[in-house]
């Protein structure tokens, strides 16, 4: 199976920088999406970034397009998301995710899109405070 492992979390001030890094193990498909979820307290998951690892395509949503970027390095086997210009409202706790089948890239940045997602990481803290 898949496994993930988060890591790179920590406090960071409202304009500042981030990167997160995201530990994949496991056989994967040329299809296989891989994503960054945030979950805020009494929030709801969303997703923040999805690569579509067959391609390279990248997905965003509004919240954070132009500040968020996500990237592989296929050799380290690692998933990274480097957060820039941080956002007061960006604190939460960011996980990992990876889904097998084709359509799941599709879904990510929807609603209840995180559901689609088949593995996940146990997490890591983002905290934003002046």
């Known amino acids: 199976q898949v496994q993930l492992v988060e890591s790179g979390g920590g406090s960071v001030q409202p304009g500042g920088s981030l990167t997160l890094s995201c530990a994949v193990s496991g056989r994967t498909s040329p299809y296989v999406a891989l994503a960054w979820f945030r979950q805020a307290p009494g929030k709801q998951r969303e997703g923040v970034a999805c690569?579509?690892?067959?391609?390279?395509?990248?997905y965003y949503p509004d919240s954070v397009k132009g500040r968020f970027t996500i990237s592989r390095e296929q050799v380290q086997g690692q998933v990274l998301l480097h957060m820039h210009n941080v956002e007061p409202e960006d604190p939460a706790v960011c996980y990992c995710?990876?889904?097998?089948?084709?359509?799941?890239?599709?879904?990510?940045?929807?609603?209840?899109?995180?559901?689609?997602?088949?593995?996940w990481g146990k997490g890591t803290q983002v905290t934003v405070s002046s």
């Open positions: 690569i579509h690892v067959g391609d390279g395509n990248t």
């Open positions: 995710a990876t889904s097998p089948d084709t359509e799941a890239y599709q879904v990510v940045m929807s609603p209840y899109g995180y559901v689609g997602m088949k593995y």
